[in-house]
């Protein structure tokens, strides 16, 4: 068969082709009669409203506000919610969390484990960044904790081995350092890797937590607040990074890396305005797939958290301040309920260990659905 189709299209090809028609010369075409012109016009739509009800409100066929004055007003900001990010003296304590290090017999994969590896987390010092340094403690991690708060991060850092200790005793504890480190600047991140190195002797991996949010309008936000949230969120994350994926090749040596991004780099907050924040949270989601990519061959692992809201203490704090917040925030999540920052544990674990080995460029959303409505 296969060889007849080869003659039959030889024979085809041999055949002499009729020359082709010489081309006319396209002529301007004549102009329409007048008569032909045909006039545009419209008459005014009339609706039948006779079947109208109180559905046809709720739509586009409706005017203005016709089904209630509950049009729109659970999807949109308001100007008059304004939260500014604290001091760093007026920021609240974090406590590592009790009850959830100890000895236990159940069995799990032994690539969860991260003994004997290094970790750094940036904004570890407070809130969902210490809660997630305590989750690699537990799991075997040496860490080092980078924060601006020098202070604050030695008191958490103490924290931490305390509470191995005593829900672990008589086990190895794990070595917990704490470093000052103010990520938007290149000179201080380099400096604070090399205090690190010099105290750990290596780095494995890396949790960017360091970053904050505020609340204004995108008229009044006051331009050096944003770069300095942009400084923290964004260049501090690209920073750190990039120091430790440059540690790493230099050591020709595999790590991971997980950025703590926001469902903000994916939905749009409601009632707080936040444009700067979910911009920037949005980059660190982008971020993290590009440098999966780019880093892939060194193998360099890159992922992303993206947290819902989270009980923090600061976070309670503003809550008790806008109490009509906590029932709009929980009133859109599918799962009513806020996050605590120990469900982040277990992400952070799994997206740093060896348990996660194929997973690079993900963004992980731990939201309650949030960012699935």
Not at 155 to 166: M, P, V
Not at 335 to 346: F, I, N, S, T, V
Request: aromatic residues 6%; neutral net charge; proline residues 6%.
């Amino acid at each position: 068969m296969f060889r007849s189709n080869l003659v039959r299209q030889a024979m085809r090809a041999a055949r002499v082709q009729p020359p082709r028609a010489a081309p006319t010369a396209i002529r301007p075409a004549a102009r329409p009669a007048a008569a032909s012109i045909r006039p545009f016009s419209s008459a005014p739509c009339r609706r039948d409203d006779s079947n109208r009800d109180d559905v046809d409100a709720a739509t586009t066929s409706g005017e203005p506000g016709e089904s209630g004055d509950h049009e729109g007003q659970y999807a949109r900001t308001q100007d008059n919610i304004r939260v500014e990010y604290p001091e760093e003296d007026d920021l609240p304590r974090s406590q590592p969390v009790q009850g959830r290090g100890g000895v236990h017999s159940k069995r799990t994969l032994a690539s969860f484990s991260l003994e004997d590896r290094v970790a750094v987390v940036t904004g570890g010092a407070r809130g969902l960044g210490l809660v997630m340094a305590q989750a690699l403690v537990t799991s075997g991690a040496d860490v080092a904790i980078v924060d601006m708060n020098r202070d604050e991060g030695q008191r958490s850092a103490q924290g931490l081995i305390d509470t191995f200790k005593a829900e672990n005793p008589g086990s190895t504890v794990p070595k917990v350092t704490a470093h000052f480190c103010d990520v938007s600047s290149p000179t201080s991140v380099n400096q604070s890797l090399s205090e690190i190195l010099k105290e750990h002797g290596k780095v494995d991996h890396l949790v960017t937590s360091a970053g904050f949010t505020e609340n204004y309008d995108a008229i009044s936000y006051p331009h050096d607040r944003m770069q300095k949230l942009w400084g923290v969120n964004v260049d501090g994350t690209y920073l750190y990074a990039v120091a430790v994926a440059k540690h790493l090749m230099e050591r020709q040596a595999h790590g991971s890396m997980v950025m703590i991004g926001s469902m903000s780099g994916a939905i749009v907050n409601v009632p707080q305005p936040q444009a700067p924040y979910n911009a920037a949270k949005a980059a660190v989601r982008h971020l993290a797939s590009s440098l999966a990519v780019e880093w892939a061959h060194a193998g360099i692992r890159v992922n992303c958290i993206s947290p819902g809201y989270m009980l923090t203490a600061l976070t309670k704090k503003i809550l008790e301040d806008n109490p009509e917040l906590q029932k709009q925030w929980t009133s859109l999540i599918p799962a009513g309920k806020m996050g605590r920052p120990e469900d982040l544990m277990g992400a952070v674990t799994f997206l740093i260990s060896d348990a996660s080995h194929y997973v690079t460029g993900a963004d992980l959303r731990v939201d309650g659905a949030y960012t699935c409505t």
